[in-house]
């Protein structure tokens, strides 16, 4: 699809899905104000029910600020977030940014750059996973390794060039009103979904290097098996909408998982029968699993020289639960969340 040239220094809506973010919020937007970018910046947050006091934040950066401004967003739901800030962004492009997000001083220039370099609809970059306890150190390290979460140029890195999806967003608003902005039903994996429809419909999704995000992991293993499961749980939705999509890599999770379940369960027969032939036959599947995890581990570890002696002894229990959730979540589906 042959794009029209943006105009020099085009207006940018920034758009902010913000929920519980009150102690974040502030410095958020004032990174996003002071952009090294010479043409207008614009903030629009879409506030949900929060629980802490993010609304009296938002409020009073709006009015603070004249090119804040705060919309509502009652169900809370990061895509309704979306699409509320969307409909009352004024841009010519338009940049997503999470609330709790410290974006570099260069990122929206280079967006806006890249954009009308390429012609893409939408251009980002690496999802910068930093760490500042050894177990969210250990689950950076994961979240930029291919054993962790395959090869997406998002996580990795990688050359410039056109992706499936990438992290964040900076969007021409043309193209967020060709496709209709965010799919609400999805709960989860609504990017990686609306960047599906944006290459569907001729458009071009472009990864680059030059736009990193610090993305802070979660901070034990229980909240990083729910946030997991749940991104099982929708990209399961995402193949049930579009089954051209399956592919290798996202039904490698899943299908460790069966295999693991089933390795266990024979093995167990096997012990309790006397079957030596069949225990052995059946815990080799859990075995491999844990022996494959071990040499990752210790592969990421040392690709990373200085991670910490805990965060390395954690690996092995991140990978895990990375995979098992994940797994879990893909089998079990999203229909009748």
């Not at 502030?26 to 609304?55: C, F, N, W």
């Not at 899943?254 to 036959?281: D, E, Q, R, Y």
């Not at 910490?308 to 092995?316: E, H, I, V």
Request: hydrophobic letters at 45%; proline letters at 5%; glycine letters at 10%.
């Amino acid at each position: 699809m042959t794009q029209a040239p943006l105009e020099v220094l085009p207006r940018v809506s920034v758009i902010m899905p913000v929920l519980n973010e009150e102690r974040h919020l502030r410095e958020a937007v004032v990174q996003i104000l002071h952009q090294d970018y010479s043409g207008e910046i614009e903030v629009v947050m879409a506030v949900g029910p929060s629980k802490d006091g993010t609304l009296q934040v938002a409020q009073s950066l709006a009015t603070e600020f004249a090119s804040v401004h705060v919309v509502d967003n009652p169900s809370g739901r990061t895509p309704a977030a979306l699409n509320a800030a969307i409909e009352r962004a004024t841009g010519d492009v338009v940049v997503r940014v999470d609330g709790h997000a410290l974006i570099p001083y260069d990122y929206i220039a280079c967006g806006v750059r890249v954009l009308a370099e390429t012609g893409a609809d939408n251009v980002g970059g690496i999802m910068d996973a930093t760490g500042s306890t050894p177990f969210e150190s250990a689950v950076a390290r994961a979240m930029t390794s291919r054993f962790g979460v395959g090869g997406a140029a998002f996580h990795v890195g990688g050359e410039p060039g056109p992706a499936l999806t990438v992290y964040l967003g900076c969007f021409r608003a043309d193209a967020l009103a060709r496709v209709g902005g965010y799919d609400e039903s999805m709960e989860r994996a609504q990017d990686w979904e609306m960047n599906l429809r944006i290459r569907q419909t001729g458009g071009v999704v472009w990864f680059t290097p030059q736009m990193r995000v610090e993305y802070r992991p979660r901070a034990d293993a229980r909240a990083l098996a729910r946030q997991y499961h749940d991104y099982g749980r929708w990209r399961r939705e995402v193949a049930r909408r579009h089954p051209e999509t399956i592919s290798v890599r996202y039904l490698a999770a899943p299908l460790a998982v069966v295999l693991v379940a089933l390795g266990l369960i024979v093995g167990v027969l096997g012990v309790l029968f006397g079957a030596t032939w069949l225990a052995v036959l059946g815990l080799a599947m859990p075995v491999g699993y844990v022996f494959v995890n071990l040499l990752a581990s210790i592969a990421s570890a040392a690709g990373r020289p200085r991670l910490q002696l805990r965060a390395a002894l954690a690996l092995p229990v991140v990978y895990a639960t990375m995979h098992g959730a994940w797994g879990l979540g893909f089998l079990r589906g999203a229909r009748g969340a």
